[in-house]
């Protein structure tokens, strides 16, 4: 850490709310598995890593770089680290606390998205009482990306907006992650990827990982979210 340096952000000429700059070198941890999580961090230079425990290892799950939020899900949810963040690179982020960042969330537009490559739809369809429960029995057609599947903020943040997601309701002791699963575009076609959940996401019995999973035209993969035997099953195919 080099510096800090205060920002102010307010919603309302009356109601001015500090957030707080930070420059942190490579390699140094922004935010350590199993603390607390009091702040979100706005990307605004540099590349951040999200590393998970694997066999008492540190993976990398996924980066997030300029532009990007670092840690919230964390904390729309329980509040809690679930993976470790460290500066891949010299960056600098903005620290905003929780409410600051539930306000410019609920207020800002739609996320920028990408249209799936032209001729390929993926349809999400329910493959158990679970989600048949959350989904039409025709599914949904996903044509904007990525498009995230994952578990709905708890009754307290049940207006904050998640732009391009499914979110299926779910009571304690919790299956899915906030990002279960992601659909995402390739070059050519449709993929899937899982940044990172706590339980897996499995497809066709094989662990989906952090990099995506190519899809082809016309194929179909059943989906287990929330590691083996999940009540939690979906079928995705590609238009």
Known sequence: MTG????????FESEVRPSIEKRIEAGAVLFRAGARCH????VRAGEIELLADRD??????????????????????????????????????EML????????YAACPADAVTPAPTGAVARLLPASPESAAAL?????DITDLPFTIGRAPGERDATIPRQNAFLLRERRPYRLSRC???VVA???GIGLSDPGSRLGTFIDGR???????????????????????SPFRFKLGIG
């Open 4 to 11: 800090w340096r205060f920002w102010f952000s307010g919603r």
């Open 39 to 42: 702040a979100v961090a706005l």
């Open 56 to 93: 008492g290892h540190p993976v990398r799950v996924a980066t997030r770089g300029r532009g990007s939020f670092v840690g919230d899900d964390e904390a729309l949810g329980d509040g809690v680290w679930h993976r470790t963040a460290r500066a891949l690179r010299r960056s600098r982020v």
């Open 97 to 104: 606390p929780r409410d600051v960042y539930i306000e410019r």
């Open 136 to 140: 039409p029995a025709a599914g949904i």
């Open 180 to 182: 279960q699963f992601v």
């Open 186 to 188: 390739l070059p050519d």
């Open 207 to 229: 662990r989906l990982g952090p990099d995506p999973l190519p899809l082809q035209a016309h194929e179909s993969v059943d989906i287990e979210a929330g590691g083996r035997h």
